[in-house]
């Protein structure tokens, strides 16, 4: 599905450490100076499932294939980049691309990692953001505003149309984002061409020090304070124990060192989680002796839909999907078991998918 996260923040707030971390496919150059990554680096992340794991005890397969999210490692942005400041230009075209944003702040102090902003101020370097964010959208917005007037005098149906970009320009003048709005789904259409870089959904993260990863400090609290009117998450972690942890090949390995800072699992464990539900995103599985596998959907999507993203043309020939609840499956231990328990359902192209729904699609070449 190609759904893309970009992490974002200023210069050497731990970008690029944490992208080393997550992700499983590319390595961007964690280097203490400005612009090291100057082109976004892409990389697939799995998403951690246990219930992949469990069906996989069960079904014995040959393959197991986890699901996974693209996440975008984008140049850090400076103070005037809606002007064109720094990487400005090519930082805003970036983020502009993708479909949530990870907001890396920094939350520690080290005297050896430059800080062009002066002292540790999370609320700041969030505003920060922000407002370069704020300006760019509100540039695209006036932009709109000049030419849906001049229609709306031959068309006087894109009156609606024109009152949504009206109100978006007062919620960007005062300083606010675009997602703040909570439009509807109808008055996202006068703003879909715009891709509009604060209406993207958002979770910070804060980058503390060691000695913070469990508790948090000053730092993260002051970032929390500042997010509280946002309803948006905010993971406290340390991007260097995390890349440490994604470094190591052995799982005996990785266990002992999280033991040995206390962790039960990853931080990024829950970055992923709370990267995919930003997205709102469901998995499905298929299970069989060839591989166990998940499948990444939109939540709300039905059955051919779903079908599609194993092949366009399992949605173009639908037919029936077979279906199994996660929890029955596990219950009834396979397929067989699950059919004669009357557990296997047959569902027509009006089925909404389910989050862990087992699923076989019959279907016309």
């Known amino acids: 599905m190609a759904l893309q996260a970009g992490i974002v923040g200023l210069p050497n707030v731990g ?12 390595k961007a150059q964690a280097s203490n100076y400005r612009f ?17 794991t469990q069906l996989a005890a069960l079904v014995q397969p040959q393959k197991v294939i986890p699901t996974q999210i693209e996440i975008v490692d984008i140049a850090g942005l400076v103070r005037g980049a809606s002007k064109g400041e720094g990487l400005g230009n090519k930082f805003l075209g970036n983020i502009r691309e993708v ?15 430059l800080r062009d902003e002066g002292a540790i101020d999370p609320a700041g370097d969030k505003d920060i953001i922000d407002t370069e964010l ?5 540039e695209s ?10 229609l709306v005098r031959v068309d006087p149906k894109l009156k609606g149309e024109l009152d949504v970009l009206i109100r978006c320009k007062s919620q960007l003048e005062k300083g606010k984002s675009i997602r ?17 870089l604060t209406e993207k959904p958002v979770l910070y993260v804060a980058n503390v020090d060691e000695a913070s990863m469990h508790t948090g400090n000053r730092f993260s609290k002051a970032l929390q304070e500042a997010i509280q009117h946002e309803n948006a998450e905010m993971i406290v972690m340390n991007n260097s124990i995390e890349a440490q942890i994604a470094e190591m090949e052995e799982p005996a390995d990785k266990q002992l060192f999280m033991e040995e800072y206390s962790m039960k699992e990853p931080a990024l464990d829950r970055l992923i989680h709370s990267a995919y539900k930003l997205l709102n995103l469901f998995t499905y599985f298929t299970a069989g002796v060839q591989e166990v596998r998940a499948w990444t959907i939109q939540e709300g ?11 366009t043309d399992f949605e173009k020939g639908f037919i029936k999907a077979e279906v199994i609840a996660f929890h029955d499956y596990i219950q009834y231990g396979s397929e067989s078991a699950c059919r004669e328990a009357g557990k296997l359902r047959i569902e027509g192209k009006e089925y909404v998918v389910k989050d862990g729904d087992i699923m076989h699609f019959r279907f016309n070449v």
């Open 141 to 150: 917005v006036e932009k709109k505003i000049q030419k849906t007037e001049k």
């Open 180 to 196: 703040g709005l909570q439009l509807s789904k109808e008055e996202k259409v006068a703003i879909a061409d715009l891709f509009l």
């Open 134 to 138: 704020q300006l760019k959208d509100l």
């Open 99 to 113: 479909d949530a944003i990870i907001h890396v702040i920094r939350c520690f102090e080290d005297e050896n990692i």
């Open 301 to 311: 999507w039905k059955a051919p839909q779903a079908a599609s993203v194993i092949h």
């Open 15 to 26: 970008k690029s450490t944490l992208f080393n971390a997550v992700s499983n496919s590319a």
């Open 36 to 52: 090291c990554t100057i082109d976004p680096n892409v990389g697939l992340v799995d998403v951690p499932d246990h219930r992949l």
